[in-house]
């Protein structure tokens, strides 16, 4: 994940971190749900949005 110090171009970044283990994680931009994903066992999880694509350039709140 970037930052506002670190911005990217790519319209399709992963999403990853850590949550409880075994649970269900939602990426939300800009108010949106975009994605889910599952947390492994471990708590650990990467995702893209479910349809392979962000929005258009331009600064995001991503939750």
């Keep these: 994940m970037t930052t506002a110090k670190h911005p990217t171009n790519d319209n399709t970044p992963d999403v990853s971190g850590t949550a409880e283990a075994n649970s269900t994680v939602t990426i939300i931009v800009d108010g949106t749900s975009v994605g889910t994903t599952t ?17 258009p350039r331009g600064n995001r709140n991503i939750n």
């Design 39 to 55: 947390a492994d066992a471990s708590g650990n999880y990467t995702s893209l949005t479910s349809t392979g694509r962000w929005y």
